[in-house]
């Protein structure tokens, strides 16, 4: 299995999930049972998912993303990815789903005017 980190912190009311290495289909699950535990927990007016340290994105890893984007809507929670490039930016811009998430290149600036 390749490698993959995800871990969750709280900034004030927001929650910043990080994520680091590759997120593939071996690692999907790992990043949707961190994805429950955020939601389940108080649901934050934010949540920022930092994905800066991913080395690889594939379809897979892109639909748990679409998973916590439709997610956020259903319960009214601003969803940012932040840090998005590489495998991941060419996916999101060919499908046209770049424009359906809010994205900053910094978890700073996502966090920013909360």
């Given at each position: ?31 949707r049972d961190e994805m429950t535990k955020v939601w389940e927990a108080e649901a934050p007016a ?68 909360m």
């Amino acid at each position: 299995m390749a490698f993959f980190t995800v871990s969750t912190n709280l900034h004030g009311t927001a929650c910043v999930v990080q994520a680091s290495g590759e997120l593939d289909y071996g690692n999907a699950p790992i990043f949707r049972d961190e994805m429950t535990k955020v939601w389940e927990a108080e649901a934050p007016a934010t949540i920022a998912i930092d994905v800066t340290g991913l080395t690889f994105c594939d379809s897979t890893g892109v639909a748990e993303l679409i998973v916590s984007l439709r997610r956020s809507r259903a319960l009214s929670t601003r969803l940012v990815l932040v840090g998005v490039h590489g495998t991941l930016e060419r996916i999101l811009t060919i499908t046209g789903l770049r424009s359906a998430f809010e994205l900053s290149p910094t978890v700073e600036e996502a966090l920013r005017g909360m």
